[in-house]
T-cell receptor, first 107, second 114 residues
Framework: TQLLEQSPQFLSIQEGENLTVYCNSS?????LQWYRQEPGEGPVLLVT?????EVKKLKRLTFQFGDARKDSSLHITAAQPGDTGLYLC???????FGKGTTLSVSS | ETGVTQTPRHLVMGMTNKKSLKCEQH?????MYWYKQSAKKPLELMFV???????ENNSVPSRFSPECPNSSHLFLHLHTLQPEDSALYLC?????????????FGPGTRLTVT
């Protein structure tokens, strides 16, 4: 069974701080996706990474796919309260999600 | 607005009731999914439909019965549920197998079984 381990499980920071969350597995994936879920809503797709070593930027969010395609990271620069939510990673075609990182950004 | 709608948004039902959850997507996708999201657990895939045909049943108890009359609509029929079935039920859609499975989720139905 493929497993996706996300860390940290919880993160509480002040507005303006930087942070990185991780998604790791022992399996190789053809692609990996990151989603953000706000309270009371469904997950929303942020990005898909498909190439080992790939880096994608979405405003203040930077996503990286590991060279071996077994892990990924999400870095947020100058976090804002609007970044609050549950960040989930999902292995491409396997339809498996990690447990997520719950991020709370206070002003 | 993701293009996927779910009704109702909240549902409280007794263990002997029968109810149905509805999902509709306006994205032209041909794959639809039901997920269960409980506290402290990862999203659990329940069912997958591709072109109206069920292609995956992730060992879901028979008290959950899915129905997909066309590629735009998906239902989850519920009967004789247990309190541990209380959760957020999420519907999603995507392009079918062979694509990147970029899923678009509805807002979910918060189900409480009393």
């Amino acid at each position: 069974t493929q497993l996706l381990e996300q860390s940290p499980q919880f993160l509480s920071i002040q507005e303006g701080e930087n942070l990185t969350v991780y998604c790791n597995s022992s399996s190789v994936f053809s692609s990996l996706q990151w989603y953000r879920q706000e309270p009371g809503e469904g997950p929303v797709l942020l990005v898909t990474v498909v190439t080992g070593g790939e880096v994608k930027k979405l405003k203040r969010l930077t996503f990286q796919f590991g060279d071996a395609r077994k892990d990924s990271s999400l870095h947020i620069t100058a976090a804002q309260p609007g970044d609050t939510g549950l960040y989930l990673c999902r292995a491409g075609t396997a339809l498996i999600f990690g447990k997520g990182t719950t991020l709370s950004v206070s002003s | 607005e993701t293009g996927v709608t779910q009704t109702p948004r909240h549902l409280v039902m007794g263990m002997t009731n029968k109810k149905s959850l509805k999902c509709e997507q306006h994205l032209g996708h041909n794959a639809m999914y039901w997920y269960k999201q409980s506290a402290k657990k990862p999203l659990e895939l329940m069912f997958v439909y591709n072109f109206k045909e069920q292609t995956e049943n992730n060992s879901v108890p028979s008290r959950f019965s899915p129905e997909c009359p066309n590629s735009s609509h998906l239902f989850l029929h519920l009967h004789t549920l247990q309190p541990e079935d209380s959760a957020l039920y999420l519907c999603a859609s995507s392009q079918p197998q062979g694509a990147l499975y970029e899923q678009y989720f509805g807002p979910g139905t918060r189900l409480t079984v009393t």
